[in-house]
């Protein structure tokens, strides 16, 4: 006998688990932003990593990406626009494996859409300059906002903020 491909492993802590940011996501995105590319020329641009998780709404494992433990300080725009989403001001530990921020840079910048695959209902978070899929938002984060926006490393691309100069 062949295994059922819906057949969910109990063991596996993400399969139940709302919050889990490690399901990927079948969200329906309004990409009518300024930048308008074919998937040609995303796939010409960027890594194929970074086209799987951007313009196919994939997810990177814990843990094991480019910034879910990354401290510095800067700015983490759009990988696929360069459009600044988030500051390192706003990242914190969220013990999730993802780098995980309590706010977007400017809430324009960042569109949400309900995410109803899996059976579940999240809010999936995109770029709203080219539409390129970012994460997840959760109301589980902390102080002032409450909030947790759970952010692929590789729809980030991080750069160092020279006007705050590290410690002499
Ligand atoms: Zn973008």
Redesign the pocket.
């Given at each position: 006998m062949t295994a059922q491909p819906d057949d969910q492993d109990p063991a596996d802590p993400q399969a139940n688990n709302p919050s889990a940011c490690g399901l990927p996501s079948n969200a329906n995105i309004d990409a009518r932003g300024p930048?308008q590319k074919s998937d040609e020329e995303w796939k010409a641009q960027l890594t194929p990593n970074q086209y799987r998780v951007l313009r196919d709404q994939g997810t990177e494992p814990p843990f094991s990406n480019e910034y879910w433990n990354h401290k510095a300080d800067g700015t983490y725009a759009?990988a696929?626009?360069g459009?600044p989403l988030f500051l390192s001001d706003t990242k914190f530990d969220s013990g999730t494996g993802w780098p995980s921020f309590f706010a977007p840079h400017e809430p324009e910048q960042v569109g949400e859409t309900v995410d109803t695959s899996y059976g579940v209902s999240r809010t999936e978070v995109h770029?709203n300059?080219?539409g390129?899929h970012l994460g997840h938002l959760f109301p589980d984060g902390p102080k002032p906002t409450g909030q947790r926006y759970c952010i692929n490393s590789a729809s980030l691309a991080f750069s160092e903020d020279s006007s705050h100069p590290t410690e002499p």
């Open positions: 930048v759009c696929g626009c459009t770029c300059a080219c390129g």
